[in-house]
């Protein structure tokens, strides 16, 4: 009687906590957000500073892009609907409140981020949203990341990582149906090939990630102007394109690339946005680097995505490849 009595405790702790635990799938589409705010508040300081950040156009890009779609809903009609969408905003305005900025995870849906601002005014908020605001976008940018990252985990190739485990002492996290094209001493191509039906035809969408490694011998390896010399020597001898004597390089015409230094798994590397073009060819499309070293192995090491879509929009499909190239870990 007594071990049943205990089984039937065991088993009750069991269902309230996996009753807890459990939450639905997040909803909505990649780069979406839903800002909860009255209508006269989107409409004043606070709505202008959010779409300041966040409704901003993406800067490497061959046509206009805003970093996120912005969904405004009012108090009233936040309902489950919109409760478990994969971003959620909620702005908190109370009289005499101390201003500050929440952030909470799998709120109501699994992998789900909300944050919270809470200011006294409106004219507050706004502040606070504009001291904040890169921050803030980096957060919910982090967020989609990191789901597409979870997501490669779950449905990617899993030969296709060993391989790259064995052969390069390196892990990646790569998308579904991604194949390896290349595979030399210092190089691997990754390649995901497909096609999406647009006015009745079918078009071309290519993704690939290139990974290159070599030596370390000093900080100065890792100056931006030297990555984009190495980069294009590594594409002009292993990244042909379709007609005779094509190869890839790094455009020049227009925008010229943007680099900044970030904290990657701890340790210092240099992300470069830019885009690239097929010499000799008409091929081109926006494409993110990430550079760092590898002290396990004494080496720098680059993996690059590049997008090739050019009959749809593209921030999507780059931040596809972003998370491949962001998932990049040593053994």
Request: overall charge neutral; proline content about 3%; hydrophobic content about 35%.
């Amino acid at each position: 009687m007594r071990k049943f009595v205990l089984l039937l405790i065991i088993v009750s702790l069991i269902a309230c906590e996996s009753n807890q635990d459990y939450k639905m799938g997040y909803s909505g589409s990649p780069n979406e957000i839903v800002v909860v705010t009255s209508q006269e508040q989107w409409a004043g300081w606070i709505g202008s500073t959010i779409q300041k950040y966040f409704a901003e156009y993406e800067t490497i890009l061959p046509q206009a892009e805003r970093k996120f779609w912005i969904i405004n809903i009012d108090e009233e009609n936040f309902g489950s609907l919109f409760q478990t969408h994969r971003n959620v905003m909620l702005i908190d305005i109370k009289k005499g409140a101390e201003p500050k900025i929440e952030f909470q995870n799998s709120k109501w849906a699994k992998e789900q981020l909300v944050c919270k601002i809470i200011a006294s005014s409106d004219k507050e908020c706004a502040k606070l949203l504009d001291e904040n605001g890169s921050e803030l976008v980096y957060r919910f940018h982090q967020a989609e990341i990191e789901r597409q990252i979870a997501k490669n985990e779950k449905f990617g190739p899993p030969n296709l990582s060993d391989k790259l485990f064995t052969n390069h002492k390196l892990k990646l996290t790569t998308q579904q149906d991604s194949y390896i094209a290349t595979d030399s001493s210092n190089f691997i191509w990754i390649r995901l090939e497909r096609e999406q039906q647009l006015g009745g035809f079918e078009h071309q969408i290519s993704q690939g990630i290139l990974i290159y490694y070599y030596d370390y011998k000093d900080t100065l390896q890792l100056d931006p102007s030297r990555l984009i010399l190495v980069r294009d020597s590594v594409t002009k001898r292993n990244v042909a394109g379709p007609s005779q004597g094509s190869y890839m390089n790094i455009s020049t015409r227009g925008e010229l690339p943007a680099y900044q230094p970030i904290n990657y798994n701890g340790g210092y590397a240099v992300e470069i946005n830019g885009l690239w073009r097929m010499e000799n060819n008409f091929m081109g499309g926006p494409f993110i680097s990430l550079t760092t070293v590898d002290t396990l192995n004494h080496r720098v090491v680059t993996a690059e995505g590049y997008v090739f879509a050019p009959q749809f929009k593209k921030r999507d499909y780059l931040y596809e490849v972003e998370a491949v190239i962001k998932s990049l870990k040593f053994k």
